[in-house]
Protein backbone atom coordinates (compact mmCIF):
# COMPACT_ATOMS: atom_id res chain seq x y z
CA UNK A 1 0.00 0.00 0.00
CA UNK A 2 1.97 3.16 -1.39
CA UNK A 3 0.54 5.94 0.80
CA UNK A 4 2.85 8.52 -0.93
CA UNK A 5 3.07 8.23 -4.99
CA UNK A 6 5.41 10.08 -6.84
CA UNK A 7 3.62 8.81 -10.58
CA UNK A 8 5.78 9.76 -12.98
CA UNK A 9 9.67 8.14 -12.96
CA UNK A 10 10.81 10.56 -14.99
CA UNK A 11 10.97 14.43 -16.16
CA UNK A 12 12.91 16.43 -18.97
CA UNK A 13 13.33 19.99 -18.90
CA UNK A 14 15.34 22.70 -20.71
CA UNK A 15 17.46 24.77 -18.56
CA UNK A 16 15.87 28.09 -17.71
CA UNK A 17 12.37 26.12 -18.01
CA UNK A 18 10.35 25.48 -14.99
CA UNK A 19 10.27 22.15 -13.73
CA UNK A 20 7.21 20.36 -11.96
CA UNK A 21 7.18 17.31 -9.75
CA UNK A 22 4.32 16.09 -8.68
CA UNK A 23 3.24 13.91 -5.25
CA UNK A 24 0.25 12.66 -4.24
CA UNK A 25 -0.85 10.90 -0.90
CA UNK A 26 -3.46 8.59 0.44
CA UNK A 27 -3.20 9.05 4.15
CA UNK A 28 -4.97 12.20 5.47
CA UNK A 29 -3.34 12.28 8.97
CA UNK A 30 0.21 13.60 7.16
CA UNK A 31 0.77 16.67 8.34
CA UNK A 32 3.98 17.86 7.24
CA UNK A 33 5.17 17.34 4.10
CA UNK A 34 9.48 16.80 2.74
CA UNK A 35 11.12 17.15 -0.58
CA UNK A 36 14.71 15.40 -0.67
CA UNK A 37 17.28 15.49 -3.82
CA UNK A 38 19.42 12.40 -4.53
CA UNK A 39 22.45 12.39 -6.61
CA UNK A 40 23.76 9.28 -7.66
CA UNK A 41 26.23 7.92 -5.34
CA UNK A 42 25.01 9.87 -2.64
CA UNK A 43 22.45 10.34 0.07
CA UNK A 44 19.41 12.11 -0.30
CA UNK A 45 19.84 15.73 0.77
CA UNK A 46 17.02 18.00 2.23
CA UNK A 47 15.08 20.46 -0.01
CA UNK A 48 12.52 22.05 1.26
CA UNK A 49 9.25 21.36 3.23
CA UNK A 50 6.08 22.46 4.24
CA UNK A 51 3.75 21.92 7.09
CA UNK A 52 -0.14 21.00 6.40
CA UNK A 53 -1.44 24.59 7.66
CA UNK A 54 0.51 25.99 5.05
CA UNK A 55 -0.66 25.77 0.99
CA UNK A 56 3.23 27.50 -0.32
CA UNK A 57 6.76 27.35 0.98
CA UNK A 58 9.56 28.88 -0.96
CA UNK A 59 12.98 28.93 -1.22
CA UNK A 60 14.91 30.68 -3.37
CA UNK A 61 14.29 28.78 -7.24
CA UNK A 62 12.37 26.16 -5.29
CA UNK A 63 8.71 26.34 -4.34
CA UNK A 64 6.15 23.94 -2.64
CA UNK A 65 3.05 23.96 -2.93
CA UNK A 66 0.17 21.86 -0.95
CA UNK A 67 -2.88 21.27 -2.30
CA UNK A 68 -4.60 19.12 0.78
CA UNK A 69 -8.41 18.47 -0.42
CA UNK A 70 -6.47 17.04 -3.48
CA UNK A 71 -4.06 15.40 -1.04
CA UNK A 72 -1.37 16.33 -4.01
CA UNK A 73 2.07 18.38 -3.18
CA UNK A 74 4.22 19.70 -6.10
CA UNK A 75 8.03 21.14 -6.37
CA UNK A 76 8.23 24.00 -8.66
CA UNK A 77 12.06 24.33 -9.34
CA UNK A 78 12.09 27.66 -11.70
CA UNK A 79 14.42 28.44 -13.20
CA UNK A 80 15.59 25.18 -14.13
CA UNK A 81 19.68 24.21 -14.12
CA UNK A 82 21.69 21.38 -15.21
CA UNK A 83 22.80 20.81 -11.75
CA UNK A 84 18.62 20.09 -10.32
CA UNK A 85 19.38 17.13 -12.64
CA UNK A 86 18.94 14.17 -9.74
CA UNK A 87 16.55 12.02 -8.24
CA UNK A 88 13.80 14.05 -6.33
CA UNK A 89 11.59 12.10 -3.54
CA UNK A 90 8.79 13.73 -1.52
CA UNK A 91 8.11 12.26 1.66
CA UNK A 92 5.27 12.60 4.17
CA UNK A 93 5.40 12.33 8.30
CA UNK A 94 2.49 12.86 10.69
CA UNK A 95 2.01 13.51 14.52
CA UNK A 96 5.95 14.27 15.27
CA UNK A 97 6.09 10.42 14.91
CA UNK A 98 9.85 11.05 13.27
CA UNK A 99 8.97 8.73 10.47
CA UNK A 100 9.06 9.63 6.77
CA UNK A 101 6.97 7.52 4.16
CA UNK A 102 9.19 7.73 0.95
CA UNK A 103 7.37 8.01 -2.57
CA UNK A 104 9.04 6.23 -5.28
CA UNK A 105 11.35 9.31 -6.42
CA UNK A 106 11.29 11.23 -10.27
CA UNK A 107 14.04 11.12 -12.16
CA UNK A 108 15.01 14.92 -13.32
CA UNK A 109 17.02 15.87 -16.38
CA UNK A 110 17.52 19.59 -16.94
CA UNK A 111 19.08 20.34 -20.60
CA UNK A 112 21.57 22.34 -21.58
CA UNK B 1 27.17 20.38 9.44
CA UNK B 2 25.22 17.12 10.36
CA UNK B 3 27.60 14.31 9.21
CA UNK B 4 26.39 10.62 8.71
CA UNK B 5 29.43 8.30 7.93
CA UNK B 6 28.50 4.61 6.48
CA UNK B 7 31.23 1.74 6.96
CA UNK B 8 31.50 0.46 3.35
CA UNK B 9 30.71 2.37 0.07
CA UNK B 10 30.43 -0.80 -2.02
CA UNK B 11 30.09 -4.08 -0.41
CA UNK B 12 30.31 -7.68 -2.39
CA UNK B 13 28.94 -10.67 -0.19
CA UNK B 14 27.81 -14.56 -0.77
CA UNK B 15 24.63 -15.65 -0.17
CA UNK B 16 24.00 -17.42 3.32
CA UNK B 17 26.83 -15.06 4.51
CA UNK B 18 26.20 -12.70 8.29
CA UNK B 19 26.31 -9.12 6.84
CA UNK B 20 27.16 -5.85 9.01
CA UNK B 21 26.30 -2.13 7.82
CA UNK B 22 27.54 0.18 10.07
CA UNK B 23 26.46 3.92 10.34
CA UNK B 24 27.73 6.52 12.47
CA UNK B 25 26.40 10.20 13.25
CA UNK B 26 28.44 13.17 15.01
CA UNK B 27 25.30 15.51 16.11
CA UNK B 28 24.31 13.90 19.06
CA UNK B 29 20.97 12.67 17.53
CA UNK B 30 17.74 10.74 19.39
CA UNK B 31 16.79 9.13 16.19
CA UNK B 32 18.53 6.76 13.65
CA UNK B 33 17.03 5.01 10.85
CA UNK B 34 17.97 2.28 8.13
CA UNK B 35 16.07 2.45 4.89
CA UNK B 36 17.07 0.56 1.53
CA UNK B 37 16.28 1.92 -1.93
CA UNK B 38 15.15 0.25 -5.22
CA UNK B 39 14.56 1.17 -8.33
CA UNK B 40 10.84 2.05 -8.66
CA UNK B 41 9.88 1.65 -4.67
CA UNK B 42 11.67 4.39 -3.51
CA UNK B 43 12.98 4.59 0.46
CA UNK B 44 11.84 1.76 2.40
CA UNK B 45 11.91 1.96 6.34
CA UNK B 46 13.44 -1.21 7.68
CA UNK B 47 14.40 -0.39 10.99
CA UNK B 48 14.30 2.58 12.84
CA UNK B 49 15.59 3.80 16.80
CA UNK B 50 14.31 6.78 19.14
CA UNK B 51 17.11 5.70 21.78
CA UNK B 52 20.21 3.74 22.72
CA UNK B 53 18.85 0.07 23.05
CA UNK B 54 15.42 0.94 21.40
CA UNK B 55 14.34 -0.03 18.00
CA UNK B 56 11.19 -0.31 16.32
CA UNK B 57 10.32 -2.40 13.17
CA UNK B 58 9.71 -0.05 9.70
CA UNK B 59 7.97 -1.80 6.85
CA UNK B 60 9.85 -3.86 5.48
CA UNK B 61 11.84 -5.94 8.98
CA UNK B 62 12.03 -9.49 7.33
CA UNK B 63 15.53 -10.68 7.16
CA UNK B 64 17.57 -7.79 8.93
CA UNK B 65 17.86 -7.13 12.62
CA UNK B 66 19.37 -3.97 14.16
CA UNK B 67 21.47 -2.81 16.99
CA UNK B 68 22.42 0.16 19.02
CA UNK B 69 24.29 -0.11 21.88
CA UNK B 70 25.52 3.79 21.53
CA UNK B 71 23.79 6.78 20.86
CA UNK B 72 26.03 7.74 17.72
CA UNK B 73 26.04 4.06 16.01
CA UNK B 74 23.35 2.31 14.46
CA UNK B 75 23.56 -1.23 12.89
CA UNK B 76 21.98 -3.17 10.58
CA UNK B 77 22.51 -7.17 10.39
CA UNK B 78 21.87 -9.24 7.45
CA UNK B 79 21.62 -12.68 9.57
CA UNK B 80 21.73 -14.53 6.02
CA UNK B 81 22.45 -12.43 3.26
CA UNK B 82 19.99 -13.52 0.12
CA UNK B 83 20.23 -12.19 -3.49
CA UNK B 84 17.23 -10.08 -3.09
CA UNK B 85 18.44 -8.21 -0.50
CA UNK B 86 21.08 -7.14 -2.53
CA UNK B 87 19.94 -2.77 -2.81
CA UNK B 88 21.29 0.35 -1.79
CA UNK B 89 21.17 1.23 1.60
CA UNK B 90 21.06 4.24 3.71
CA UNK B 91 21.29 4.85 7.15
CA UNK B 92 19.88 8.39 8.53
CA UNK B 93 19.03 10.53 12.09
CA UNK B 94 17.35 12.94 13.11
CA UNK B 95 16.87 15.23 16.48
CA UNK B 96 14.25 13.96 18.60
CA UNK B 97 12.68 17.76 18.82
CA UNK B 98 8.48 18.41 18.62
CA UNK B 99 8.43 19.73 14.98
CA UNK B 100 11.25 18.30 13.68
CA UNK B 101 11.05 15.65 10.68
CA UNK B 102 14.36 16.56 8.70
CA UNK B 103 16.80 13.48 8.25
CA UNK B 104 20.31 13.73 7.60
CA UNK B 105 21.66 10.76 5.44
CA UNK B 106 24.86 9.20 5.19
CA UNK B 107 26.11 8.48 1.15
CA UNK B 108 24.97 4.75 0.98
CA UNK B 109 25.68 1.32 1.12
CA UNK B 110 25.72 -0.91 -2.06
CA UNK B 111 25.15 -4.28 -1.23
CA UNK B 112 25.73 -7.00 -3.61
CA UNK B 113 24.70 -10.61 -2.98
CA UNK B 114 26.23 -13.19 -5.19
Known amino acids: DQQVKQNSPSLSVQEGRISILNCDYTNSMFDYFLWYKKYPAEGPTFLIS?????DKNEDGRFTVFLNKSAKHLSLHIVPSQPGDSAVYFCAASWSNTGKLIFGQGTTLQVKP | DVKVTQSSRYLVKRTGEKVFLECVQD?????MFWYRQDPGLGLRLIYF???????EKGDIPEGYSVSREKKERFSLILESASTNQTSMYLC?????????????FGPGTRLTVT
Open chain 2, 27 to 31: MDHEN
Open chain 1, 50 to 54: ISSIK
Open chain 2, 49 to 55: SYDVKMK
Open chain 2, 92 to 104: ASSLWASGNYEQY
